[in-house]
């Protein structure tokens, strides 16, 4: 069990490191993550490298038992190099290049850039492979920006795509570029469009976002293959150089620009930052579906690399957390498989743009509340450590999480605010409050292992996911899916099919037209069966018509009368249900997910309170039981009575009681 804090030795005077280390070694942490930014420190002219400094810090925390993760520090250029090589700043939507002096300024087809990073990459693999207390290395920070139109990275967009499509005739069919007169005659012809995303509205090119979709989905493949290259080459030579150490990036939970399975493939090990304090303290519904989407990357578990250890921000900065809350946000992580623990940042920088970005630490440099936390965090890690061995989440449900979707999604909502996270977080969320632990998975994966696969959004249907699905549900699985599910094909070509295309007969249902509502308007959804109560539809309906399902909703209106709001379907020796409205109310969803529950034969092992997470962590003949109060409220937890209590040491009687931020992990097995 890793647990530590990003630290950057760099920031502060040598005769600081032996306080630092010392301070840290006191709290229980034995990792530090370093060199994140430090590339100038390490590289300071063109192929002059001085490590001098970081052999020093790594030293020092060696003395006292602190392992080290080194980062190849290509986020952030050095002022030399964008000086010498131009052509390595990113180039914006309006021709000209990224100002240098913020980070991840560089282009990624820039041949200079791509060998200087495998340069200061092969340099410090070399120095610091046979470092007694280092143990892996992080790739780069946070990949996802910036995106380039600089003429290279369109040349070898255009390469890109005509190694894909082989000839312009394809291209131009997949492409539908029978619309708008758009047909290609030369492949040197072909624009970078303008995708939806982060990165762009960074960009400032939100006004560029009305390109042929087909185009936009390609262009957005293409800038995370461009990301997984870069990484490529660096974790290469980092295998080559430290086959001992473990490679892993810093990925970024619910950011979806680039196809996160992709970049995890070629990583021994995923590891996110997780950031839930903001504003007002809220159950943190978001962070839960994010370690569930980091643990899927690989199907296995994960690290925090950097995690909320104080007030954040860049110019303005957040709420401090309260009491009990850094210690409740590392357990919720622990709860969904996280094998190590890394607090941003260990102390707050006097100098920078993250003045304001807390760690556990001040600036002051003085050990006090938020450090004591964290240390007695580490300190019942620990203690749980032997118990934690060899167990994750075993889950029977199964979310369909795939990026082609979210991207689709994002160049053509459909409606206004539709995402694939909003519409994902309306099962998650019932799932949460039911107390049942989901894993998301990609649309390729074995589905026969779960009792029931929710698939919401399922904007992007290739066909032989359609047929996966069918005969999934045929062979008894039971399937949960929603509106706009099946509007696509691979190519973001609309399929010919009525729908819902292929799910049709699976789904029992076909819907012949729908509507997107504007604001304020709301139809009434009314329960039927297994859902009781009325509630309020808005944003979108599909009008469904019932063939074989049954109705579990229905609408009030008269035009839509006819039609269901929410179906179930008995098909072969399964089930599927079809949700064809957005609804206002949680209760709704809580209704539906319990009968789907019900379907699959999913019960959870407890029925929390709400504002209480329950999570199961289970294998090598162990079975752990967590619960994390998320409320500021003390709670009292019925549980399963006779079994220790691993914090306090106690043996549960028939509830447990949580204070505000309290967590318990109970030994069931
Ligand atoms: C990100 C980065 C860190 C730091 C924090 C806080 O997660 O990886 O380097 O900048 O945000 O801003
Ligand atoms: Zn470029």
Redesign the pocket.
């Known amino acids: 069990m890793y647990v530590g804090a990003d630290y950057y030795p760099e920031h502060w005077p040598r005769e600081r490191w032996e306080v630092d280390a010392k301070l840290m070694q006191e709290a229980g942490f034995n990792v530090v993550r370093l060199a994140?930014f430090a590339w100038v420190n390490m590289e300071p002219m063109e192929g002059c490298f001085e490590f001098d400094w970081l052999d020093e810090a790594l030293a020092i925390l060696h003395k006292h038992d602190i392992s080290a993760l080194l980062c190849t520090p290509t986020a952030v250029m050095p002022a030399w190099v964008a000086r010498k090589y131009p052509e390595t700043l990113a180039m914006l939507p309006t021709g000209k290049r990224i100002t240098w002096g913020v980070r991840k300024n560089n282009c990624f087809t820039s041949g200079a850039y791509r060998l200087l990073s495998e340069r200061i990459t092969r340099a410090m693999a070399t120095h610091f492979a046979d470092t007694p207390n280092l143990i892996g290395w992080q790739t780069d920070?946070?990949f996802g920006h910036p995106v380039c139109c600089c003429d290279t990275c369109r040349a070898d967009f255009q390469d890109w795509v005509r190694a894909k499509y082989g000839t312009l005739e394809e291209l131009n069919r997949r492409w539908g570029t029978h619309f708008w007169g758009h047909k290609y005659t030369t492949w040197g012809e072909i624009q970078i469009p303008a995708p939806s995303g982060t990165a762009w509205r960074l960009a400032g090119a939100d006004h560029l976002g009305t390109h042929n979709p087909s185009l936009c989905l390609d262009y957005q493949r293409y800038c995370s293959h461009l990301n997984v290259r870069f990484q490529r080459d660096q974790v290469r030579i980092l295998r080559e150089l430290c086959p001992d150490h473990f490679t892993t990036h810093?990925f970024m939970g619910a950011f979806s620009d680039l196809n996160y399975y992709d970049l995890a493939e070629d990583l021994d090990l995923v590891s996110w930052?997780n950031y839930p304090v903001w504003d007002r303290p809220a159950i943190s519904y978001g962070s839960a579906a994010a370690a569930d989407v980091m643990r899927g990357l690989k199907r296995k578990n994960f690290w925090i690399m950097?995690q909320t250890a104080g007030p954040?921000g860049?110019s303005v900065f957040g709420r401090n957390p309260r009491p009990g809350e850094i210690r409740k946000i590392a357990y919720q992580q622990l709860a969904h498989g996280a094998d190590g623990q890394v607090w941003?940042r260990w102390r707050t920088c006097t100098a920078g743009r993250?003045q304001y970005?807390h760690g556990l630490l001040g600036h002051d440099g003085k050990p006090l509340r938020r450090y004591r936390e964290a240390a007695q965090t580490a300190k019942e890690y620990h203690k749980l450590a032997p118990e934690l061995e060899g167990t994750t989440i075993k889950a029977e449900v199964a979310i369909v999480y795939d990026y082609e979707t979210i991207w689709a999604l994002r160049i053509q909502p459909g409606f206004p605010g539709n995402t694939y996270h909003e519409a994902m977080q309306r099962y998650y969320n019932a799932l949460f409050r039911a107390g049942v632990n989901a894993d998301m998975i990609k649309p390729t994966e074995d589905l026969s292992q779960y009792r029931v696969v929710i698939a919401p959004d399922l904007f992007i249907l290739p066909d032989d996911l359609a047929k996966r699905l069918t005969d999934y549900v045929s062979g008894g699985g039971v399937l949960l899916t929603d509106c706009r599910s099946g509007v696509k094909d691979e190519t973001n070509l609309c399929h010919d099919r009525t729908l819902p295309g292929l799910l049709t007969e699976a789904l029992g249902i076909v819907i012949e037209e729908y509507e997107a509502m504007g604001d304020g308007v709301e139809y009434t959804v009314v329960g039927k069966q297994a859902i009781e109560g009325q509630y309020a539809a808005v944003k979108y309906v599909d009008w469904t018509t019932p063939k074989d399902a049954e109705v579990l909703a229905s609408f009030e209106q008269w035009h839509l009368e006819s039609f269901a709001a929410a179906t179930r379907n008995r098909f072969g020796k399964g089930s599927a249900y079809y949700v064809g409205a957005v609804v206002s109310e949680p209760a709704f969803y809580d209704q539906l997910i319990a009968d789907v529950l019900k379907a699959g034969g999913v019960s959870p092992v407890l029925a929390p309170p709400e504002g209480v997470e329950v999570s199961v962590r289970e294998g090598a003949g162990k079975k752990l039981l967590f619960l994390v109060n998320h409320t500021e409220e003390r709670q009292q937890v019925s549980v399963p009575s006779g079994k220790p209590e691993l914090l306090s040491g106690e043996t549960t009687s028939e509830t447990v009681t949580l204070d505000a931020y309290g967590v318990a992990v109970i030994k069931l097995e």
């Open positions: 994140e920070n946070e810093n930052d950097e954040g860049w941003f993250e970005w």
